[in-house]
């Protein structure tokens, strides 16, 4: 099994800009978010994971146990509770927005190889592919 933790570049991705409109982020975040190029830096200290994810303009860090829901502030600033359970290779990390605030719940998949991480971003019917390259 490839390991999880690392360092990762996002070499490619597709719809993000979808993705994100379905999500309600507007023009000016979007346009970041379009614009970025992550590096995410995966960790474990015991049982407890970190992922900080980078870019020019705004870098978050969440920690998190696998199957214990924690609050998450995303990049575009939502409040979501999420859990994060491994399937295999793959991290699932169900996001579920604030139902007052009319938020959408979405599914963040992260599949891991020796060289790549594969990433699918999922709200509605819509499906945003990012590609990570192994830095580390
Ligand atoms: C990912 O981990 C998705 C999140 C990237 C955040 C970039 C900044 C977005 C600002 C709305 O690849």
């Known amino acids: 099994m490839a390991k999880i933790e690392g360092k990762f570049k996002m070499e490619s991705s597709e719809n993000f800009d979808e993705f994100m409109k379905a999500l309600g982020v507007g023009l000016v975040m979007r346009k970041m978010g379009n614009a970025a190029t992550p590096t995410v830096e995966i960790t474990k200290d015991g049982d407890t994971y970190a992922m900080k994810t980078t870019t020019t303009f705004k870098t978050t860090e969440i920690k998190f146990k696998l199957g214990e829901e924690f609050e998450e502030t995303t ?33 963040l ?7 790549k991480m594969l990433m699918e971003c999922k709200v509605d019917d819509i ?8 830095l580390e």
């Open 75 to 107: 990049a575009d600033g939502r409040v979501v509770k999420s859990t994060i359970t491994l399937d295999g290779n793959k991290l699932v990390h169900k996001q579920v927005g604030d139902k007052e605030k009319k938020e959408k719940d979405s599914e």
């Open 127 to 134: 499906v945003c592919k990012r590609v990570y390259s192994r």
């Open 109 to 115: 998949l992260r599949e891991f190889t020796d060289d």
